[in-house]
């Protein structure tokens, strides 16, 4: 079964303190695979999408890597503000079937204290 | 530059009761997609609708149906609620030949 899994299920850090949420994924014929941040009672902010095994993005504090089997998003000196949960989703083509929908995985929740 | 629009925020229904929900896709984007989020979970795919057609849909029964209008806003539907409907229904829009998505804020749905 195609599968997406995000761990931590649960991050604390102390502001300043570095880490990295992890994304695996199963499904073959991968088109893109995305970031996403979601605060409360709201829909997902879109943050990066990555497209092939070796590809970094940046945003600020974030940056977002590829491989063939994982990504991982790395938080660099965070903030309270970035207290939200992060979502991993992956678009993948397995005989034309799955093209177009988002598979997400649970999420994982990070909390910054100050 | 108005985003993806939700209506209602909020919703209490009856079990048993019928539900329709609307999103206005953000300005340019053609293609709606419908995703159920439990509490604690990450989005489930419902459905996609490119061209007022229904283009793809996940493992969700007959009770769900959706439509697209002439102007790419889009209506889900449910019928006969079950207190397992219970979710943040949210709507995602983008270009038929884009990779990238962007979500409304949801409309809550609660089943008593």
């Known amino acids: 079964e195609d599968q997406v899994t995000q761990s931590p299920e649960a991050l604390r850090l102390q502001e300043g303190e570095s880490s990295s949420l992890n994304c695996s994924y199963t499904v073959s014929g991968l088109r893109g695979l995305f970031w996403y941040r979601q605060d409360p009672g709201k829909g997902p902010e879109f943050l990066f999408t990555l497209y092939s095994a070796g590809e970094e993005k940046e945003k600020e504090r974030l940056k977002a890597t590829l491989t063939k089997k994982e990504s991982f998003l790395h938080i660099t000196a965070p903030k309270p503000e970035d207290s939200a949960t992060y979502l991993c989703a992956v678009q993948y083509n397995a005989g034309g079937t799955s093209y177009g929908k988002l598979t997400f995985g649970q999420g994982t929740i990070l909390t910054v204290h100050p | 530059d108005a985003g993806v629009t939700q209506s209602p925020t909020h919703l209490i229904k009856t079990r048993g009761q019928q539900v329709t929900l609307r999103c206005s896709p953000k300005s340019g984007h053609d293609t709606v997609s419908w995703y159920q989020q439990a509490l604690g979970q990450g989005p489930q795919f419902i459905f996609q609708y490119y061209e007022e057609e229904e283009r793809q849909r996940g493992n969700f029964p007959d009770r769900f149906s959706g439509h697209q209008f002439p102007n790419y806003s889009s209506e889900l539907n449910v019928n006969a609620l079950l207190l397992g409907d219970s979710a943040l229904y949210l709507c995602?829009?983008?270009?038929?030949?884009?990779?990238?998505?962007?979500f409304g804020s949801g409309t809550r749905l609660t089943v008593v």
């Open positions: 995602a829009s983008s270009l038929w030949s884009n990779y990238g998505y962007t």
